[in-house]
T-cell receptor, first 114, second 111 residues
């Protein structure tokens, strides 16, 4: 059974701080990883993807992947109240198969306090 | 921009009714997915499709069926709705780098 585990949270940080969201996965064959943001009552929105070891930065967001430790993280710098949402981590195998699908974690609720 | 649309944002149906949820994507994606999302249970895959008329069961297919007659459209069918199918239903399509794009969701209530 492929699993993606996330800190259940909730995680609360003050405005302007760095929020750190973590995710571990069980399937060593996973190659592609994604972070989604989901506001209450809305659908998940893709915010970051990462495919190789190391860091990937996009604005205030940095995704980190360590395949040896089977660990993915998302850092949000200068957190804003508008970042308050549930963050979903997802992983998938090598592309190419017609039955490709992602395994999602259950999400971490982040609250940024003004 | 990828666009995934779903036929209804909110739907209320009675127990035993046949329910159709439709999803359309405009990016010529081959793979499409149906999930349901419930508090504490996360996203659970119901069915997915990798081509027209091709479908695969996900983790919780019982009580559901799907139809994909055209590449851009993927329908979820609840043959006889039950109260335990009250949920948020999310459709997604797979992009070129394996990412998934979600539609806005349909919140279904079965009474």
């Amino acid at each position: 059974q492929k699993e993606v585990e996330q800190n259940s949270g909730p995680l609360s940080v003050p405005e302007g701080a760095i929020a750190s969201l973590n995710c571990t996965y069980s399937d060593r064959g996973s190659q592609s990883f994604f972070w989604y943001r989901q506001y209450s009552g809305k659908s998940p929105e893709l915010i970051m993807s990462i495919y190789s070891n190391g860091d990937k930065e996009d604005g205030r967001f940095t995704a980190q992947l360590n395949k040896a430790s089977q660990y993915v993280s998302l850092l949000i710098r200068d957190s804003q109240p508008s970042d308050s949402a549930t963050y979903l981590c997802a992983g998938g195998p090598n592309s190419g198969g017609s039955n490709y699908k992602l395994t999602f974690g259950k999400g971490t609720l982040l609250t940024v306090n003004p | 921009d990828v666009k995934v649309t779903q036929s209804s944002r909110y739907l209320v149906k009675r127990t035993g009714e046949k329910v159709f949820l439709e999803c359309v994507q405009d990016m010529d994606h081959e793979n499409m997915f149906w999930y349901r999302q419930d508090p504490g249970l996360g996203l659970r895959l119901i069915y997915f499709s990798y081509d027209v008329k091709m479908k695969e069961k996900g983790d919780i297919p019982e009580g559901y069926s799907v139809s994909r007659e055209k590449k851009e459209r993927f329908s979820l069918i609840l043959e006889s709705a039950s109260t335990n199918q009250t949920s948020m239903y999310l459709c997604a399509s797979r992009g070129d780098r394996d990412e998934q794009y979600f539609g806005p969701g349909t919140r279904l209530t079965v009474t």
